[in-house]
C-alpha cells in the first residue's frame, strides 16, 4: 500500500475543521501518518488546551523513522526553512517512497529541488485569493 506523510499544518487544518475523513476520501487507498516529531508538536497543542490535536491522534497513526533514517536525518542541511518536524517527513518520504502532503511552499520547493513527492494543498486545489482585503471586510462588519 502506498504512504502519505502529513505536515502539521495539514494534520491541523483537517483536525479544526473537523474533516479527517477528507484525507481518507482523497487518498482512498494509502496508508496516511503523522510523523513523531508532528506528534509531539500536537501534544503541546494539546497541553495548552486544543482539543484539535485529540482528532488527529484517533484518525492517524504515527510513523517513526528507522534506524538508517535516523542516521539520514543529519544529512538534511541545516536550512532553517526546513523544521525538524517536516524533515523527518521527508526523510521518510524519500526512503519509503511515500508521497509528502504540504502547504508550505519553502518545503515544496525544497522537495521538487530534491525529486521528492510533494503534493502542495494550496496548488493542487488552485487556491488562490486576488483580492484578501475586500473578503476580510466583509468579515470585519
Do not use: W
Not at 38 to 53: K, M, N, T, W
Not at 59 to 66: A, D, E, H, Y
Amino acid at each position: 500500500m502506498r504512504t502519505v506523510i502529513l505536515d502539521c499544518d495539514i494534520a491541523s487544518c483537517m483536525a479544526k475543521i473537523d474533516r479527517m475523513d477528507l484525507l481518507g476520501a482523497a487518498f482512498p487507498n494509502f496508508e496516511i501518518f503523522i510523523t513523531e516529531s508532528v506528534s509531539i508538536e500536537l501534544l503541546r497543542a494539546s497541553q495548552a488546551g486544543f482539543s484539535f490535536p485529540n482528532r488527529i491522534f484517533r484518525n492517524i497513526p504515527v510513523i517513526s523513522l528507522n534506524r538508517d533514517e535516523r542516521i539520514m536525518q543529519q544529512e538534511i542541511p541545516k536550512n532553517r526553512s526546513i523544521h525538524f518536524g517536516e524533515a523527518e517527513g521527508l526523510i521518510i518520504s524519500k526512503n519509503r517512497n511515500a508521497i509528502f502532503l504540504t502547504n508550505d511552499s519553502r518545503v515544496v520547493r525544497y522537495c521538487r529541488d530534491n525529486d521528492l513527492k510533494v503534493l502542495d494543498l494550496e496548488q493542487k486545489d488552485n487556491i488562490i485569493i486576488k483580492d484578501k482585503s475586500s473578503i476580510l471586510d466583509k468579515f470585519e462588519r
